[in-house]
């Protein structure tokens, strides 16, 4: 079965520095990872996915994610946040053998301030 | 527009009141799933339907039913309702299981039981 792990329930970043939001997983097979954004108010955006192949992926917004087999981890980084950014911000992971289950972690809030 | 349509959005009710949360997607998409959003602990899914009248549990679904009688449809039941059912309901679709990572969501549902 999948787990996952956010560190940090919150993340203060100022305008133009690097956000970084942590994201480990646990699975017994090769996972599927996503990242996710939630504006207030609103349901949920897919940010990014890794499936297969290259390991850095780009997604919407700037943001990317590299998956690290060796470390389970895929976090997210963007190289300068815009206050735009501010929304929760959530990590998932499936599994390649048993579709239809989505695991999701507790989200990251985060905070940009000027 | 592609979309995906919740109803209501927002319910009070009372404890043991039987209730009915709608969902309908307009994408034709195979694969629907039902989760619930509490602070701390991010999405947790309910139930999940990969196609027409196949349905499966998730990981919290006590207290809960669903059917599955047309694509586009995927309603949440709650028989009995209690406090602890007091969350944000969120219903998400794509193509198919296998595409479970690129789910479209729906607004959300804010349901208060008293």
């Known amino acids: 079965a999948q787990s996952v792990t956010q560190l940090g329930s919150h993340v203060s970043v100022s305008e133009g520095a690097l956000v970084l939001l942590r994201c480990n997983y646990s699975s017994s097979v090769p996972p599927y990872l996503f990242w996710y954004v939630q504006y207030p108010n609103q349901g949920l955006q897919l940010l990014l996915k890794?499936?297969?192949?290259?390991?850095l992926v780009k997604g919407i917004n700037g943001f990317e994610a590299e998956f690290k087999k060796s470390e389970t981890s895929f976090h997210l980084t963007k190289p300068s946040a815009h206050m735009s950014d501010a929304a929760e911000y959530f990590c998932a992971v499936s599994e390649s053998d048993s579709w239809g289950k989505l695991q999701f972690g507790a989200g990251t809030q985060v905070v940009v301030t000027p | 527009e592609a979309q995906v349509t919740q109803n209501p959005r927002y319910l009070i009710t009372v404890t043991g009141k039987k209730l009915t949360v709608t969902c309908s997607q307009n994408m034709n998409h195979e694969y629907m799933s039902w989760y619930r959003q509490d602070p701390g602990l991010g999405l947790r899914q309910i139930y999940y339907?990969?196609?027409?009248?196949?349905?499966d549990k998730g990981d919290v679904p006590e207290g809960y039913k669903v059917s599955r009688k047309e694509k586009r449809n995927f309603p949440l039941i709650l028989e009995s309702p209690s406090p602890n059912q007091t969350s944000l309901y969120f219903c998400a679709s794509s193509l198919s299981g296998s595409t479970i990572g690129e789910q479209f969501f729906g607004p959300g549902t804010r349901l208060t039981v008293l």
């Open positions: 890794y499936t297969t192949g290259a390991t």
């Open positions: 339907s990969m196609n027409v009248e196949v349905t």
